[in-house]
């Protein structure tokens, strides 16, 4: 399974922009990039997902360079709510289960 | 979207008893479902994976006669804490992937919502 590397941790203030960057030096072919959101005391969220160029939802978007060797998760206009642990996953449509790094705490302050 | 759905959110309990914890895909059929433990600050482990009809796999490390997994139907997983232990405490996730009719797994993965299990 590829390994992503991440931040440990990151913090903005409201309204900026954040851009969290995942390396995966050596995804598969077949692996799709996936972030997801964590609250405290609560299951993983799916944020998005992509598998190369830039994909974009009402929440966030995806770039993914080329060689997909690592994307970028880039939340417009933070707000204290995004306060949380992001985590880049990669994986294929198998029926593997999705195995988690250490993910990025974001910190959003006033 | 899809749901799956954890029950329950929290337990408390004492050492040595058993705990089960449910975990339901609500409108989808998940053969494959997996279990995660997360302890404070630290990222999701996963424990085993539950398969629909079958014994689970565990993860190295995972007491396979402590942790006991029932996959017994396509949307119902459950795990049950044997003799837990104040160590035991933890927070417990449960995720599923919706089974396309091609045999493959939907790319994304759903989660339960969580449940912390305190031991006393």
């Known amino acids: 399974l590829a390994k992503t590397t991440q931040p440990i941790s990151m913090d903005s203030y409201e309204g900026q922009e954040v851009n969290i960057t995942c390396s995966h030096n050596n995804i598969a072919t077949n692996d799709y990039i996936t972030w997801y959101q964590q609250f405290p005391s609560q299951g993983p969220r799916f944020i998005i997902q992509?598998?190369?160029t830039k994909v974009t939802n009402e929440v966030a978007s995806l770039f993914i360079p080329a060689d997909r060797k690592s994307s970028t998760l880039s939340l417009p206009r933070v707000s204290l709510s995004d306060t949380a642990v992001y985590y880049c996953l990669v994986g294929d449509t198998g029926r593997r289960a999705l195995t988690f790094g250490s993910g990025t705490r974001l910190q959003v302050q006033p | 979207g899809a749901v799956v759905s954890q029950h329950p959110s929290w337990v408390i309990c004492k050492s040595g008893t058993s705990v089960k914890i449910e975990c339901r895909s609500l409108?989808?059929?998940?053969?494959?479902m997996f279990w995660y433990r997360q302890f404070p600050k630290q990222s999701l482990m996963l424990m085993a994976t539950s398969n629909e009809g079958s014994k689970a796999t565990y993860e190295q490390g995972v007491e396979k006669d402590k942790f006991l997994i029932n996959h017994a139907s396509l949307t119902l997983s459950t795990l049950t804490v044997t003799s837990a232990h104040p160590e035991d405490s933890s927070f417990y996730i449960c995720s599923a992937r919706e089974l396309r009719g091609t045999g493959r797994m939907n790319t994304e993965a759903f989660f339960g919502q969580g449940t912390r299990l305190t031991v006393v």
């Open positions: 992509g598998y190369k």
């Open positions: 409108d989808f059929q998940a053969t494959t």
